[in-house]
């Protein structure tokens, strides 16, 4: 089986001055659309973890037949939203953990870490240049300690944890450490 992945869209962007997932792009998609564009290229089924509160991306969602959970305390943080998605897809055996404000992620990057997760590794992440980056996997393994996630520090206290089932793969995709936190970084996108 594929590991699910899940795009993290519940957050509330404050660095970046106010929504940006639907921020249109010079091939006229936005944010949230590439980053799933990737996830599609890569043929791995996914949903969309959106906060209660952001109509304008659940309708967004809805609109794109993508599969959306809603989770109702996005406002505690990343690690709850990992959370709320992985108890969501409790029956896939592995689960793909990507922010939704990383448009630049390969198609095949994203490949090698699920193809990874498949032949039995637990945790997976790229790294580029030394860099560890997007998407992090995690297998079935990790699942009780996934759905106890909450705060604003993802899965990092997982990752600290446990550095003996870390799966580095190196890559040649800078995508994997570009995330657009502010509109600077957006601007650096659109060039």
């Known amino acids: 089986m594929k590991p699910h992945a899940l795009v993290l869209a519940a957050g509330k962007a404050r660095r970046f001055g106010g929504d940006k997932l639907l921020y249109p792009l010079a091939d006229n998609r936005c944010l949230l659309d590439r980053c799933i564009g990737n996830l599609q290229a890569a043929r791995i089924d996914f949903s969309v973890v959106v906060s209660a509160d952001n109509h304008a991306v659940q309708q967004h969602c809805h609109n794109g037949g993508y599969e959306c959970v ?17 108890k969501s897809q409790a029956k896939n055996n592995a689960w793909l953990i990507l922010p939704a404000d990383m448009p630049a992620v390969a198609a095949t990057t994203i490949t090698a870490v699920a193809t990874a997760l498949q032949h039995g590794k637990h945790i997976v992440a790229p790294r580029y240049q030394q860099q560890q980056g997007h998407p992090v996997g995690f297998s079935s393994l990790l699942y009780e300690e996934l759905i106890q996630l909450d705060g604003d520090h993802g899965a990092r206290a997982i990752l600290q944890a446990h550095p003996e089932l870390l799966q580095l793969i190196d890559v040649t995709d800078p995508g994997i450490l570009l995330d657009v936190d502010t509109p600077e970084a957006l601007q650096a996108l659109l060039l």
């Open 70 to 86: 809603v989770h109702p305390n996005a406002e505690r943080g990343m690690g709850s939203s990992i959370a709320c998605g992985v």
